[in-house]
């Protein structure tokens, strides 16, 4: 049966995650792969796990195996008010729907807010997963510039005077794919812009628990709740793979939200939401948070020593407070796909940034690196892998047959 003839026309927009291609491309045994965005194992609190399972197995009883409230599991809905109490967002149990991970949410959004042809503003580069989520339903992206302290207030402002955006997407914390964080003055700013437009604006947290240094800053909910649908995910800093989300969105927002994951899986598993609340509500988040932080603070901190001591002097990159990313610019004509490439040929692989551009042929000078998945021994070898790819690519771009200087 010819499938060209039912497929829906939104398919053409679908595509396989580029990330996701290249990670099984360096799947194979020996490489270095700096290219994931996905949690150590060593950071799973697998022996809280086993305690809390028991727990809810006698807790709960045949309730956790059960189906559920679309919502949510109340306990868990209960747990995530304290929880969010600590981040400065005051709600009730009764305003918070839990997805299956935030993806889930970002694909209901999609569906809810977007006709073909409206305008969605977001940062340049932005999450890939997002642009994956919005793109079946033909959105026009508005690309809205940004600076080491994230999303340009001005530009935003000039993008809202100008062209009718439907909502905007910004990832405030240790952004992926560039670490940086969105300063307090700009988050007043922003708030104070969507409030003047009456727009929304989609504020995607997933990173903020991961702080190694500086003081933790309000989401910009706090600021706006009526202008802002807040999600984020317990996937970081519990287990991803129990696929855990949660937002907080405004009333008719929050309502077509259910409506929409009614139609696509009637409620995440109750067994995993049960876990979460036990998680969550027996400290158990507050007592493993630490030991996660202090397995990510070395690695991040031996990638950008090693990044100081290999990658050539012309090269630039972020350096975060906290998160999973560090982002690295090159000069201007470096093909950081082919780049990769080079590397992968050494059982090292990374992200090109282009991928995290709306606008196709964006950023092919950048790079996304990972730094939680390899401890710190490995990480400086990969860099200066990758340091020497760098340097070879550099003599080829520019035909010199000399050495290119690094920073020391």
Not at 24 to 50: C, D, H, N, Q, T
Not at 52 to 72: D, L, N, P, R, W
Not at 250 to 269: F, N, R
Not at 300 to 324: C, I, K
Request: aromatic letters at 8%.
């Amino acid at each position: 049966m010819p499938t060209n003839r039912i497929l829906a026309r939104r398919t053409a927009n679908m595509g396989a995650s580029a990330i996701r291609e290249i990670l099984k491309v360096v799947s194979r045994p020996g490489m270095v792969s700096l290219a994931g965005g996905i949690p150590a194992p060593e950071s799973f609190p697998l022996a809280i796990v086993r305690e809390i399972t028991g727990t809810v197995v006698e807790k709960y009883g045949s309730t956790a195996f059960q189906y559920g409230h679309t919502e949510g599991f109340l306990p868990l809905r209960e747990a995530l008010v304290d929880y969010l109490v600590e981040k400065g967002i005051d709600t009730t149990s009764d305003r918070i729907l839990i997805s299956s991970g935030s993806q889930g949410v970002l694909d209901s959004l999609g569906k809810i807010l977007i006709n073909p042809g409206d305008r969605v503003a977001l940062e340049a580069p932005t999450y890939l997963g997002a642009l994956q989520a919005f793109a079946p339903y033909e959105p026009n992206y508005v690309q809205i510039a940004s600076d080491d302290q994230g999303m340009l207030p001005d530009a935003l402002a000039a993008a809202l005077s100008h062209r009718g955006v439907k909502f905007i997407y910004l990832v405030p914390n240790f952004q992926n794919p560039t670490g940086r964080t969105l300063s307090m003055k700009r988050r007043r700013a922003i708030a104070g812009i969507i409030q003047r437009f009456d727009t929304l604006l989609v504020e995607d947290d997933p990173y903020g628990d991961l702080r190694y240094r500086g003081t933790p800053m309000p989401p910009i909910q706090t600021l706006a709740p009526d202008h802002v649908v807040y999600l984020s995910t317990l996937s970081k800093i519990f287990a991803p793979g129990l696929r855990m989300g949660f937002c907080l969105a405004p009333g008719e927002i929050s309502h077509w939200l259910v409506l929409a994951k009614q139609g696509v899986d009637l409620h995440t598993s109750t067994f995993n939401q049960a876990l979460a609340a036990e998680y969550l509500a027996g400290g158990h988040l507050k007592r493993h948070l630490p030991s996660i932080v202090a397995l990510y603070r070395p690695r991040q901190e031996a990638m950008l020593d090693a990044m100081a001591r290999f990658f050539p002097s012309s090269f630039t990159w972020s350096v975060p407070d906290g998160g999973m990313f560090i982002w690295v610019k090159g000069p201007e004509g470096m093909d950081m796909e082919a780049v990769n490439k080079m590397a992968v040929t050494r059982m090292t692989a990374f992200v090109p940034g282009t991928f995290f551009f709306a606008r196709p042929g964006d950023g092919r000078e950048t790079m996304r690196l990972n730094y939680t998945m390899a401890d710190e021994k490995t990480l400086t070898g990969a860099i200066k892998t990758i340091g020497d790819v760098l340097e070879e690519a550099l003599m080829e771009m520019h035909g010199q047959a000399g050495s290119v200087n690094y920073r020391r």
